[in-house]
């Protein structure tokens, strides 16, 4: 390293090309790939992590490295992960930084840090000085007593907080010698109970599974394995004596869930097992307290770390094990913004970099992902029961239009689910109600000329939503008073509503059942910060009889109590134009179901439909996964979809139509004129939403054998590409969805 006199810096802000800077002699011996730098540009300090290290620069005048802040960010590993991200999903490097120095990173947050209140004096001391002060300073008795008393030093502020105390008696204690106080790092603790929860007795199948596992871990070669189990089969126990077996082979694990399912209830499971060792990545915590997590999993204090998406990018050392619960979930992918990453896909290369273990965890596994396992890619696991006594919810499907029929008009609710529900309130048990549409009524329509309303920024019908009493664009979030008269015909007509969502059903139900308490959950009532936790936290409370909700509640959460899934509109996805959509629907379906009935009463599903004979709804019903996979997989080689091909799609958008047509069109031209072998370049159209927040949006789907050459291909387009800078592009490799 010592020849290198030049460092080529990738600075944090959105600059596309790294710059060359000048070693200066102090920084030489400690300077290294990875470093964190401030650097000046023009005469503003900039932040940047360096690149490449190397003897000379094609630039005459560098100006030298200003300071620095780190002297290494990356391991090894991950440095060619941020590599191979950068090439596979077209995404310059320094952009790609932005995943592996998350914002605790980039600005130098120092970790939180608590005080503790330790013994300075032993156990038998302590107990002599405990008993003499009783009497007189009965406070300094008591913190003594506190401590003596618990596992690990206890937190000051927790110490203040249960004895009710001010901090002098603490003090005097530390005047006495008998305690001291220490900076630990605040591992995110949330002062939440957990109770220690020991190993369970595996059954045979999970022993199985385990055993596989086990044999790769031992073995320190990278391996995936997909467990595949339905709801409440035991996947967790798996993951948690998986992730001792990384433990006592001295390596580290990282475990990563669905966003929504982050929450309280999932992380005191972890707790439960493994104490206060492990590290909790979290978007809702602060800077401080992500710092200390990332910090410590750095130095490798902690070997556990749980997290969302962005956690897969996290420092964990000496990576033995990476865990994806729930792999099929849509929400490990990132859509909006480039690298347009899967988490599940960083997870399996991340594996391969550091020779570890991954296991992908789930019900509904991804097509893709089944389809690896099957072709022998990865190891393939089953767990076909539940591990408890809880058997699988039997599932009725309604034909909604000979229910509507027979009752004479609409209702969101056959009579069969009415007498469910009632039934189920009348036995304290719990029911949750599922509608993918949030709002009261789905749009606003001229009775005379058809007039729609829809949001000036946005190609959309606007969504009336009773609560604050107004229209809603789902897309920007425009509002808008209710229509009065309709402004294209100003005729005499009356506006009338369409379609329904999930407050109008809240209503409805009230309406039918007065005394029946219902609590709604969808993106409307959970804007707060944690309020989706607090709601489920009320629910498994049993302060509601009926959770009423979007998709949110049909994931990965456990209601001891609640028996009874109706899914209101469950053929309403199929709709969607996408490759995807048959997967989505089943998905949702099968999860769904999974909710009901976990404990020991029976569960039920009552599926309601406008399409009661569709193949689809009757294998989700009896959760048939291989028959479905069979029959999807069958359409995708027929129509040659993933996993037959690989697929990307390129967005253009911008705030002139016809610029941005114009400049996709060129913009695939060149593409074409490119020509890359075994390649399909679909025609440029408007995407599923042709319109957002004033800008048009248009699109078109490439489909390749390789994704990397055409990667490469892009990328090159894409720097040099002389559209306006108003224009746009999104590279999405891999897309989940070709509709958005
Ligand atoms: P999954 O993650 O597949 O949905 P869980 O791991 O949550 O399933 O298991 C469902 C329930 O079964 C939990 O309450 C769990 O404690 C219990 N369980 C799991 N494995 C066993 C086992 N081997 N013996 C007894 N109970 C088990
Ligand atoms: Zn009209
Ligand atoms: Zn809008």
């Known amino acids: 390293m010592s020849e290198a006199r030049v460092a080529e810096v990738l600075l944090d802000q959105n ?18 790939i990875g470093s964190r730098v401030e650097v000046y540009v023009r ?37 060619k992960l941020a590599h191979w991200m950068s090439r596979y999903y077209c995404s310059p490097l320094q952009r790609t930084m932005k995943c592996f120095t998350p914002p605790n990173v980039r600005r130098e947050v120092k970790p939180k840090t608590r005080l503790t209140a330790r013994l300075a004096i032993t156990r038998e001391i302590a107990l002599e000085l405990c008993k003499t002060l009783q009497s007189k300073q009965s406070a300094q008795a008591a913190v003594l007593e506190k401590i003596l008393n618990s596992e690990r030093p206890p937190f000051l502020s927790a110490l203040l907080e249960e004895l009710k105390i001010s901090r002098s008696p603490i003090d005097a204690l530390v005047k006495k010698k008998a305690l001291t106080l220490q900076e630990t790092a605040d591992d995110a603790l949330d002062d939440a109970e957990f109770f220690p929860s020991p190993p369970k007795t595996l059954n045979p199948e999970q022993a199985k599974s385990l055993e596989q ?54 992380i005191e499971r972890f707790r439960a097992r493994f104490g206060l060792k ?32 962005s956690a897969i990018f996290c420092p964990a050392q000496n990576l033995g094990l990476i865990i994806i619960d729930e792999e099929h979930d849509s929400s490990y992918k990132q859509n909006e913004e480039m690298p347009t990453y899967h988490a599940r896909d960083i997870a399996v290369m991340r594996g391969k970099l550091e020779n570890a273990v991954v ?7 991804s097509l893709d992902s089944y389809h690896n396992a099957l072709t022998g890619k990865y190891s393939l696991s089953i767990l076909t029961a539940r591990a408890t006594r809880a058997s699988q919810p039997s599932v009725r ?83 808008s008073p209710l229509l009065r008269q309709c402004p294209s015909c100003q005729g005499s007509s009356q506006m009338e509503f369409r379609g329904f969502g999930t407050e109008h059903v809240e209503k409805s139900l009230s309406a039918i059942f007065p005394h029946i308490k219902t609590l709604r959950m969808d993106r409307d009532t959970t804007q707060k910060k944690n309020s989706h936790e607090e709601m489920f936290k009320e629910f498994r409370a049993h302060k509601a009889d009926v959770l009423i909700g979007t998709q949110m509640i049909a994931k990965g959460f456990h209601f001891p109590s609640a028996t009874l899934v109706g899914i209101l509109n469950a053929d309403a996805a199929l709709q969607i134009p996408d490759f995807r959509s048959a997967e989505s629907v089943f998905q949702l379906i099968a999860q769904a179901s999974g909710r009901a009935g976990r404990s020991d009463l029976k569960g039920e599903v009552i599926l309601q439909t406008f399409l ?6 009757h294998l989700a019903a009896a959760q048939d996964y291989p028959t479905f996979y069979a029959r999807e997989i069958e359409e995708r080689r027929q129509f040659s979809f993933p996993p037959f091909c690989r697929l990307a799609k390129v967005v253009f958008s911008g705030p002139d139509e016809t610029e941005t047509l114009e400049a996709i069109t060129h913009f695939r031209k060149a593409l074409v004129s490119a020509a890359l072998p075994e390649i399909e370049i679909l025609p440029a159209l408007p995407a599923g939403h042709p319109k957002i927040k004033d800008r048009y949006r248009f ?27 108003k224009i746009h592009i999104l590279i999405d490799i891999d897309p989940t969805s070709t509709f958005f």
């Open 397 to 479: 499907i309604i034909d909604m239009k000979s229910a509507l029929d027979k009752a004479g008009g609409f209702s969101h609710f056959c009579p069969d689910l009415l007498d469910a529900i009632k039934d189920r309130a009348e036995k304290g048990e719990q029911t949750l109600l599922l509608l993918n549409r949030r709002g009261y009524r789905r749009m606003q329509i001229c009775s005379q000329c058809r007039y729609i309303a829809k949001c000036p920024h946005c190609d959309l019908s606007l969504t009336y939503h009773k609560g604050p009493n107004t229209l809603r664009c789902h897309l920007c979030d425009y509002q």
């Open 612 to 617: 009661p004979q569709h193949p689809l709804l």
């Open 278 to 309: 492990l590290a909790v990545l979290h978007h809702r915590k602060s800077l401080g307290e992500r710092s200390s997590a990332w910090e410590s999993l750095k130095s490798g204090e902690t070997r556990i770390a749980i997290g969302a998406r």
């Open 15 to 32: 600059l596309e090309k790294p710059l060359d800077y000048e070693i200066p002699e102090n920084f030489r011996a400690s300077i290294q």
């Open 43 to 79: 005469n503003t300090l900039r932040k940047g992590t360096i690149s490449i290290l190397k003897k000379a620069s094609a630039f005459a005048k560098l100006r030298p490295l200003h300071r620095i802040i780190t002297e290494s960010t990356l391991s090894d590993p991950l440095w």
């Open 213 to 266: 596992i086990d044999e790769s871990l031992q073995s320190g070669a990278f391996k995936t394995h997909l467990l595949f189990g339905v709801t409440g089969s035991g996947k967790t126990e798996v993951y948690l004596q998986a992730i001792q077996q990384a433990l006592d082979l001295g390596k580290s694990a990282l475990l990563l869930v669905p966003e929504i399912a982050l929450t309280s209830q999932t």
């Open 699 to 725: 699109q078109f789907l490439i489909k390749t054998r390789n994704i990397l050459p055409l990667s490469d291909c892009l990328a090159t387009l894409r720097a040099n590409a002389s559209t306006s800078r």
């Open 359 to 365: 296991i992908l965890g789930s019900a509904t596994p």
